[in-house]
């Protein structure tokens, strides 16, 4: 069973910085695709940025230049460094991660959540 854990949330001040993580503390697969969204108050759920398993790591045009993603996906861990933070970039953010079985087709997996809070 895949159990992915995020870590590294809390409250920070407009200009600094947060590094996220996240493992998967269950049984080990081989994601194609790892990553983080986030979920603002009243908002959809939106990508911050994903890794796949084959092309360049995708980022939100919110973040970028501000937000680096580095990911093992064989190994199931996914890091988040956030720099230079917003009020606007609070949210609850979520660990992802894509498996591809060829019997099941797509499967999404959602880590439980670590909120971000950034105060101006």
């Known amino acids: 069973q895949v159990q992915l854990v995020e870590s590294g949330g809390g409250l920070v001040q407009a200009g600094g910085s947060l590094r996220l993580s996240c493992v998967n503390s269950?049984?080990?697969?081989?994601?194609?695709?790892m990553g983080w969204y986030r979920q603002a108050p009243g908002k959809r759920r939106e990508v911050v940025a994903v890794?796949?398993?084959?092309?360049?790591?995708v980022y939100s045009g919110s973040v970028k230049g501000r937000v680096t993603l580095s990911s093992n996906n064989a190994k199931n861990t996914v890091q988040l460094q956030m720099n230079n933070l917003t009020p606007e970039d609070t949210a609850v953010y979520y660990c992802?991660?894509?498996?591809?079985?060829?019997?099941?087709?797509?499967?999404?997996?959602w880590g439980q959540g670590t909120q971000v809070t950034v105060s101006s």
């Open positions: 992802y991660g894509r498996e591809w079985n060829d019997e099941r087709g797509w499967r999404d997996y």
């Open positions: 269950g049984d080990i697969i081989s994601f194609n695709d």
């Open positions: 890794n796949p398993k084959s092309g360049d790591i």
